[in-house]
Nanobody, 126 residues
Framework: EVQLVESGGGLVQAGGSLRLSCAASGFTFEEYVIGWFRQAPGKEREGVASIRISDGSTYYSHSVKGRFTIPSVNTKNTVYLQMNSLKVEETAVYYC???????????????????WGQGTEVTVSA
């Protein structure tokens, strides 16, 4: 059974940093794409960043490029999202998701992902 558990969310001031973690189990980690998505109240879910585990390729949305990073070194079966220079409008529930690499045509498009964590809340205050 695929399990994804996010942690690391919380309250941070604008301009601050947080590091989210996604602990994965129940599947062959190296065969998957792990994505980070977020959803603010009343808004659509959007892709933030993702990594193809097999070769370490990373993908970032335009809005977070240069501020958010998936480190190249992740502990076994855990993917991190380092978020710097956070903005108030980035307050949202952040989810990690996993999908087999050959299924994912667009690593930032959430409908391609069928396995989801419960989410972790990030609140950025002014």
């Amino acid at each position: 059974e695929v399990q994804l558990v996010e942690s690391g969310g919380g309250l941070v001031q604008a301009g601050g940093s947080l590091r989210l973690s996604c602990a994965a189990s129940g599947f062959t980690f190296e065969e998957y794409v792990i994505g980070w998505f977020r959803q603010a109240p009343g808004k659509e879910r959007e892709g933030v960043a993702s990594i193809r585990i097999s070769d370490g390729s990373t993908y970032y949305s335009h809005s977070v490029k240069g501020r958010f990073t998936i480190p190249s070194v992740n502990t076994k079966n855990t993917v991190y999202l380092q978020m710097n220079s956070l903005k108030v409008e980035e307050t949202a529930v952040y989810y990690c998701a996993a999908e087999f690499r050959t299924v994912v045509a667009d690593p930032l498009y959430w409908p391609y992902f069928s396995n989801w964590g419960q989410g972790t809340e990030v609140t950025v205050s002014a």
